[in-house]
């Protein structure tokens, strides 16, 4: 079983939709999440960190399940220019390594 | 202040040779993380290093990868006797202790 695993999707949505993800990861000794945007061929960009308690940053809504194990994120409103790939991100306690899953590929049409 | 930064941004080598990445993190971090990607896939960890020392190298192979930061200057990401599979994007992030990462532009390593 990997270690973090995504919907590789592709999504597509209209402009104005709502579109949830969802990433389930194996190691519940997990201690550090984050959602990761990447456009074709760029670098990963910081979208959002994963708290506990939840958290929105604009349309963005990202939530921590450690009963079962899964974040998710949900955008709202979605505009053409949310199209790109949101990787899931863990990290283990004691460790600053990062475990990326492969990415959801999300494309919003017009 | 300057983004990560990551030279040359596109490298080609024929098979044998040598590949050279270089990683400048951002001013203020003290930690740096080489990651790889190969086209469709999720990225890797490689190595993780602080200044002079390597602290996880889990993810490297065992041989021809080797990486380094030196006390001035950048990361390095050496790669000897590269082969067609070494073909993929490098990533390389810094970060302050318990930051999130930043990421460079990565370096597209072709291998004919």
């Known amino acids: 079983r990997k270690e973090v695993e995504q919907d590789p999707g592709p999504f597509n949505v209209p402009e104005g939709a709502t579109v949830a993800f969802n990433c389930t990861y194996s190691n519940s000794a997990s201690q550090s999440f984050f959602w990761y945007r990447q456009d074709c061929r760029k670098e990963p960009k910081l979208l959002m960190s994963v708290y506990s308690s939840g958290n929105e940053d604009g349309r963005f809504t990202a939530q921590l399940n450690r009963a079962s194990q899964y974040i998710s994120l949900l955008i709202r409103d979605s505009k053409l220019s949310d199209s790109a790939t949101y990787l899931c991100v863990v990290s283990f306690s004691g460790t600053y390594k990062y475990i990326f899953g492969t990415g959801t590929r999300l494309k919003v049409l017009a | 202040n300057a983004g990560v930064m990551q030279n040359p941004r596109h490298l080609v080598r024929r098979r044998g040779q040598e590949a050279r990445l270089r990683c400048s993190p951002m001013?203020?971090?003290?930690?740096v993380y080489w990651y790889r990607q190969l086209p469709e896939e999720g990225l890797k960890f490689m190595v993780y290093l602080q200044k002079e020392n390597i602290i996880d190298e889990s993810g490297m192979p065992k041989e021809r990868f080797s990486a380094e930061f030196p006390k001035e200057g950048p990361s390095i990401l050496r790669i000897q006797q590269v082969v067609r599979g070494d073909s993929a994007a490098y990533f390389c992030a810094s970060s302050t202790p318990g930051a999130p990462y930043s990421f460079g532009p990565g370096t597209r390593l072709t291998v004919l």
């Open positions: 001013k203020g971090h003290s930690h």
